[in-house]
């Protein structure tokens, strides 16, 4: 008997159930760390290439340039607001004292110029990488690091490193102003770029306002002119920068000069006006290792030392192809353009040439330089390219060896001036002229720094005594005055005893003109000359074409570096007379000893 099959159950499918669909949340800036970024090992690994040329920019400044090397005569006048142990020199329109206050710390730990530059050095090494790690996460790090190469191999870059000049300086502030800006273009995610880009702009501002006003143009008329880039916070960070870093100067301007348009005024006449100049050529001249061009004639000799400039615009337009390619058309076009606008009022704006001016604009064009020297090669064939990167490396090196040979001689220049300043100062202390005391005349700023004395001109653009007002000086204090081979002396000093000074090179045949009956200070403890008073009145008084009046005396000052005792009354004076077995007259009779003497009394 066979069994009935049994017919299958029907089963009741169970009901499909849908997982709910979760949003991918998107961590907010600042939480939780989105697994696709580089972590940040990564990307501190990623800036280890940025690091090792800062390394090599300071190791070079170190062993090529700090040793030996004294301050120049820029140096002494910045360096001298901010050191205590020597008066401050006169400080004249055009200036801004940003690099000064940089300064600061090193000259208040030491008097020694070689811990000044190499805490310079240092420094500008680590603004060099800083400057460059802005623009991280708007270009490749090997573009990065070439354009730090390049910005770093140049004799400019190299020489004013460890120099307390603010040219360098504004330059690496301008580079991360231009990255902050671009980054802050972008959007709101990036919460660094608007606080860096109102730092870095104010940083330019302190070291050097005009730079700094040239440079907000560009980036403000991106602003206006590119639809994707209008961001009123961008503006406002702009302009906060700006306003922070140009107040002290601003308010210098008004305390001193009558306001910003005075001081613009006697800052373009100290500059030999401000108007259509063309010194290109000047500047190219410049190029060969003369630190200031001034007059700039001659002939225009070791021309090698002026190839890469006329490499530059093509190379740079090599970038903005590059750039165009990667689809970063607009950011080159900007950085190109900022270039452009800090280097015009120095090419077309003076009459004059330094190649330290134009160092903002090398900062920022070695960016798109880099683009195009590493975009170049791929546009060959494929077989030609090993050869063409090869003929572009020997290019590149053989430009940094003619840097190097210019640097050379730069330095060995300045050791040799600041050398002539140290023994113009030895032989003003022989001679008895020390501390306090005051210098005149040719050289008269960074000798006066050397010597510890304070320098006072009686005409030209540092005008700041009259010539009654030096006479007075003479009885109280040693007074020199410095001059030229072959110049004559100014008529209040064609009397004074003229006492030549050997070993001198760069300024051989240099006299010291010593008042008649100069006797001079004795060795003994060296006091610094307080500074004088407001040195506003001899500035306002160049500027308007008049003869500047005496400084304002302090209460309780008789000139420069002497103090006057309040006379004590009549009774206790006589008192003190009578205590000593003297008469009132006696006591007064016997002070001139300590003037014979040398000494205030």
């Not at 090529?64 to 400080?91: C, H, I, K, M, N």
């Not at 004249?92 to 070689?114: D, E, Q, Y």
């Amino acid at each position: 008997m066979q069994p009935t099959p049994q017919s299958p159950t029907p089963q009741t499918p169970a009901p499909r159930t849908r997982a709910p669909r979760t949003r991918r949340r998107t961590p907010p800036p600042g939480g939780e760390r989105d697994r696709t970024q580089p972590s940040p090992a990564a990307r501190a690994r990623s800036l280890l290439p940025l690091a090792a040329v800062a390394a090599a920019f300071t190791a070079a400044q170190l062993l090529l340039v700090v040793p030996g090397t004294g301050l120049g005569w820029d140096e002494t006048v910045y360096v001298s607001q901010v050191d205590p142990r020597v008066p401050a020199a006169f400080f004249s329109a055009p200036r801004a004292r940003g690099i000064s206050w940089l300064a600061a710390p090193a000259v208040a730990l030491s008097p020694s110029t070689t811990v000044l530059r190499v805490f310079l050095a240092v420094l500008s090494g680590c603004a060099l990488a800083a400057a460059l790690a802005v623009w991280r996460r708007l270009l490749p790090v090997r573009t990065l690091a070439l354009a730090g190469l390049l910005l770093a191999g140049l004799w400019t870059t190299l020489f004013y490193g460890p120099a307390a000049m603010p040219n360098l300086w504004s330059a690496l502030a301008a580079l991360a102003a231009v990255g902050f800006h671009l980054r802050a273009v972008r959007g709101p995610a990036d919460r660094a770029a608007l606080p860096g880009l109102a730092a870095a702009t104010a940083a330019v501002a302190l070291m050097r306002p005009p730079d700094a006003a040239w440079l907000a143009l560009p980036l403000a008329a991106s602003v206006l002119l590119v639809r994707r880039w209008r961001r009123p916070a961008v503006l406002a960070a702009l302009a906060a920068g700006l306003a922070a870093g140009a107040a002290p100067w601003v308010a210098e301007a008004e305390l001193r000069y009558g306001g910003v348009l005075a001081r613009l005024h006697r800052a373009g006449a100290i500059e030999g006006g401000l108007g259509p100049h063309l010194a290109v050529d000047d500047q190219l001249r410049a190029l060969a290792g003369r630190t200031l061009c001034r007059p700039c004639t001659g002939p225009w000799r070791h021309r090698a030392t002026g190839a890469w400039w006329f490499a530059l615009p093509l190379l740079a337009a090599g970038g903005l192809a590059a750039a165009g390619a990667a689809g970063r058309r607009a950011e080159a076009v900007l950085t190109t353009a900022a270039a452009g606008c800090l280097a015009a009022p120095y090419l077309f704006g003076v009459d004059y040439a330094a190649p330290r001016f134009l160092l903002p604009a090398y900062a920022l064009l070695a960016l798109p330089v880099a683009q195009g020297l590493l975009w170049l090669p791929g546009r060959v064939r494929p077989a030609l390219r090993p050869a063409a990167a090869a003929v572009l490396v020997l290019a590149l090196a053989g430009h940094l060896a003619v840097q190097q040979a210019v640097l050379r001689s730069v330095v060995a220049g300045a050791r040799t001036s600041s050398g002539d300043y140290a023994r113009l100062a030895a032989a003003l202390h022989r001679l008895g002229v020390r501390p306090p005391c005051l210098l005149t005349g040719d050289h008269a700023p960074p000798a006066a720094y050397y010597a510890g004395c304070a320098s006072r001109q009686t005409g030209g653009h540092d005008a700041s005594a009259t010539p009654a007002a030096v006479l007075a000086t003479v009885r109280r204090l040693p007074v020199a005055l410095l001059a030229a081979p072959g110049g004559v002396p100014p008529s209040y000093a064609r009397g004074w005893r003229a006492v030549p000074v050997p070993d001198l090179r760069n300024l051989h045949g240099l006299r010291v003109l010593l008042p008649p009956g100069f006797r001079g200070r004795p060795p003994g403890p060296v006091r610094a000359l307080p500074a004088a008073g407001d040195r506003a009145v001899a500035d306002r008084a160049a500027a308007s074409g008049t003869r500047a009046g005496p400084p304002p005396r302090a209460a309780g000052r008789t000139g420069p570096g002497r103090v006057r005792r309040p006379a004590p009354p009549a009774a206790a004076a006589a008192s003190r007379g009578r205590a000593c077995g003297r008469s009132p007259a006696s006591g007064r009779a016997a002070r001139p000893a300590a003037r014979r003497a040398g000494r205030p009394s």
